[in-house]
């Protein structure tokens, strides 16, 4: 047993080396071997590269000791100076059957990219694209160059990549090789991402539009036009915009829209930070230093881009480091307002910032990818980038539902206050006018009625005049009346439910029946309640005698344990008509219960009448 | 004809009423105004100290109303005969002053045939005197027992829909949404009707329902 376990690792052990040795060769080694569970490989780990200045003859530099490996083990890194860029590499199919393969660029804004085949000591072109050729010219339509790569089984190629790039700027990418059917897969889910990224966004766009049209406030438009603007950068930045606006376009500058779209929605971002963090309001020296900056960086690009293109070449670098010194500083400058704003606004502060966070932290990485190759910048296909500003529209959409929603808040409070003082002026109206009414009221009948009741007995003691005193009389009765309608004084006499009995009397004829019924109610009422519920039913009788219509009315009063209820119910045509609900009328009403802090309940049916239940706390 | 002079006490708080009043008995032999007061507190110091046979009250005053005061003196001073006179003239005073038990009602601006017919009215006869212009009240001797009967069976047409459902089975929210209106006034009402009809349940209310044969 020993015997057999001790053969058993060393069997292992020989397979380790074998394969170790293997790996190293196939490490040293510039190709890559295809075989039937071979999905995909990345070009940095076996590719040859060659930077020239000039175009060079390719069949003379192909066995030369020119080619190095990279220095780069992630992706492919072409620094400043160099034009013209060379990658070589062979591919071997270890099976008997023919693969189709897919060679994939990640970066999207490549200039020119042409790939060779080495055919005898020659090599024959295959196929050229990259941002000068119109999109349409594209051999797979993809968003990345994507060269399709055929080997035919148990054959071997030697492949050639030329990059023609721009002096001044580096160029950064991946240059992966991948199985046709794996290639497929993964850009219909990147495709599937992508989706969801413009759906936020036009969500986003959408309701900033909505908040600026309803709310009237510039920061929502610049917040549309960021997201706009981001997404279009976005879109550029993944090669979208190019295969789906700029198809046949040959003419369009394909980079410079590029930088366009970034650098605009990085202004309006500065922009939209300090509407956001209302600078201006509370820190006016930032808000200056920020606009003057934001005004600088915009002359630099305008100048880089339109018209010191050429003078400028050899101080690209230099002009670089000022351009991302101003934004860096402008960043801070933001982190500093940030600071200074979670004092006054802490939830809306907290979003921005998030957001923020997140759109530093991609840039960051981008930049640091571009300028230097020195991170990894891509997950799952997809940019760091892309991924940043998804998280960050999320969160800046955050922070503007937020703001509508303080809008609205704040608005809901004014008119609370506005609808409280309203009530407040109805209420003192009403006071004022139960007031004055019990004043004349009790000087026509204290005051007049007595002097004219003593004036018509001291009259009919001395002269039996029968004209005369039917005269008085009838005076007498116009004033008593007339103080009757004014102040239902005798509720401090009868109570409520009696005053209201003389009331229903009074006002019932041929043509309206009143009924009114009182159950359980309490002997002592409140005062103010009981001539406050006497004139909702006087004012209600009144409406109903000139509007309703109707033929009967039932007028009651109830009494529970710790409130009282009237209700007041007519057969009458109904109404459904908004302007009597806030007439004066109603109004009054309305203000008389909520002044007693009871519930008017009102509802009316067109040809069936009118109910008005209202319920008083008592105690 | 009364032999004795009979004694009048004035209990209004406008002097001049009283001073009208006092001219009119001054020349009459068969009264005499012993006193006048303006407020109960007085009044009943007064009473106490002269025994009147008549008082004129009127119902509005500072402090406790005359209505009030005639329910204290009813129940306590045999003998004394009562007749308000004041510038109210509605049905529901004339029934509290008839429940009080009062002899007569005189309007403020009656005459003085009025004054003088009513102070001899309730000497001579029982029944109950009602001025010149009062409002006639009819057949009052049954008011409280009409008043119960009524408010047993009256029943409002919005109370009878919610009944109607209520019966059905229907929850309030159910009734509210069938009949369009909030629940809480489908909740008032159905505590309305439950209280009026002193039920306690939904099932009380059905019983009642039947047996009065509400439908």
């Known amino acids: ?619 | 004809m009364p032999k004795t002079i009979k004694k009048i006490i004035i209990c209004e708080d406008h002097q001049i009423v009283i001073d009208g009043l006092r001219s009119i008995f001054k020349s009459n032999k068969r009264y005499d105004v012993v006193d006048y007061v303006r407020n109960a507190t007085d009044l009943i110091k007064s009473l106490k100290k002269y025994s009147p046979d008549i008082l004129i009250l009127d119902l509005n005053l500072p402090g406790k109303n005359g209505l009030e005061i005639l329910k204290d003196l009813k129940s306590n001073q045999e003998g004394l005969k009562i007749i308000i006179l004041t510038m109210y003239n509605t049905e529901s005073i004339i029934r509290e002053v008839i429940k009080g038990k009062a002899n007569g009602f005189l309007l403020k601006n009656c005459s003085t045939d009025d004054l003088m017919e009513a102070l001899n009215h309730i000497y001579k006869s029982e029944s109950f005197y009602l001025g010149e212009g009062v409002k006639k009240i009819s057949n009052h001797s049954n008011l409280e027992k009409e008043d119960n009967f009524y408010n047993k069976i009256k029943i409002t047409n919005r109370e009878k829909e919610i009944i109607f459902e209520l019966m059905q089975g229907l929850k309030v929210p159910q009734i509210a949404e069938k009949l369009i209106i909030s629940t809480f006034t489908v909740e008032t009402h159905k505590k309305n009707i439950f209280r009026k009809l002193g039920v306690k349940s939904s099932i009380d209310l059905l019983k009642f329902a039947n047996e009065n044969q509400l439908f």
């Open chain 1, 1 to 619: 047993m020993k015997i057999s376990y001790f053969n058993t690792i060393l069997q292992l052990v020989a397979i380790l080396i074998i394969y170790l040795a293997c790996s190293c060769c196939a490490a040293q080694n510039d190709t890559v071997y295809i075989t039937s569970k071979f999905e995909k490989a990345a070009l940095i780990d076996v590719g040859k590269i060659y930077s020239s200045n000039k175009n060079e003859n390719l069949s003379q530099i192909i066995n030369s000791k020119i080619w190095k490996k990279s220095n780069n083990k992630k992706h492919f890194y072409f620094g400043f100076n160099s034009k013209y860029e060379h990658i070589l590499f062979t591919l071997s199919n270890k099976e008997s059957l023919p693969r189709s393969l897919r060679l994939e660029f990640s970066n999207s804004h490549i200039n020119e990219i042409s790939t060779y085949v080495l055919k005898g000591n020659a090599f024959l072109m295959l196929n050229a694209s990259g941002i000068a050729y119109p999109f349409e010219s594209r051999l797979i339509s993809h968003r990345k160059f994507v060269f399709p790569l055929e080997i035919s089984g148990n054959e071997s190629r030697t492949f050639l990549i030329k990059i023609k790039k721009e002096i001044g700027h580096p160029l950064i990418t991946s240059i992966d090789l991948l199985d046709k059917v794996k290639f497929d897969q993964k850009s219909v889910a990147q495709y599937l991402i992508i989706g969801l990224y413009f759906g936020l966004s036009i969500l986003s766009i959408l309701f900033s539009l909505f908040a600026f049209y309803f709310l009237r406030n510039s920061s929502y438009l610049i917040y549309a036009l960021y997201v706009v603007f981001l997404g279009l950068f976005i879109s550029s930045y993944l090669g979208i915009f190019q295969q789906y606006f700029l198809g046949k376009d040959v003419l369009f500058n394909k980079y410079l829209h590029y930088v366009l779209f970034s650098e605009v929605s990085l202004l309006l971002f500065f922009i939209f930070s300090q509407k956001v963090l209302m600078v201006k309001e509370n820190l006016p020296r930032i808000s200056k230093a920020v606009h003057i900056l934001v005004l600088t960086l915009i002359l630099i690009r305008f100048s880089i881009h339109f018209i010191f293109q050429h003078i400028y070449l050899h101080f690209m670098p230099v002009i670089m480091k000022i351009w991302y010194g101003i934004i860096l500083l402008v960043c801070l400058l933001i982190v500093f307002e940030l600071i200074v704003f979670y004092k006054k606004n802490k939830k809306r502060t907290s979003f921005f910032a998030i957001a923020y966070l997140f759109m530093i932290t991609g840039t960051f990485i981008t930049v640091l990818y571009h300028s230097s190759g020195a991170v990894n910048s891509y997950i799952y296909g997809l940019p760091v980038i892309f991924y940043s500003s998804f998280l960050e529209i999320l969160f800046l959409t955050f922070t503007i539902v937020f703001m509508v929603k303080e809008i609205y808040d704040e608005r809901n409070v004014l008119s609370n206050q506005l609808a409280y003082q309203q009530q407040r002026f109805l209420t003192a109206f009403i006071d004022g006018q139960e007031k004055e009414r019990e004043r004349i009221g009790k000087e026509l009948h204290d005051n007049v009625g007595s002097r004219l009741g003593n004036f018509k007995r001291l009259f009919s003691k001395k002269y039996s005049n029968e004209k005369m005193n039917n005269v008085i009389d009838q005076i007498c009765n116009d004033v008593r009346e007339l103080s009757h309608q004014i102040t239902p004084s005798e509720i401090k006499l009868v109570g409520l439910p009696g005053a209201i009995i003389d009331l229903v009397t009074r006002n019932s004829d041929e043509q309206l029946t009143i009924e009114f019924n009182c159950y359980e109610f309490p002997e002592k009422v409140d005062e103010n309640i009981a001539s406050n519920l006497y004139r909702v039913v006087q004012e209600s009788l009144n409406n109903i005698i000139k509007h309703a219509e109707a033929n009967s009315v039932d007028v009651q009063l109830i009494g529970h344990k710790d409130y009282l209820t009237l209700s007041i119910e007519d057969d009458g045509k109904g109404f459904n008509n908004s302007k009597i609900l806030s007439g004066m009328g109603l109004q009054n009403m309305k203000s008389r219960v909520e002044q007693l802090k009871g519930n008017f309940l009102l509802d009316s049916t067109l040809n069936k009448g009118t109910s008005i239940l209202i319920t008083i706390p008592i105690n």
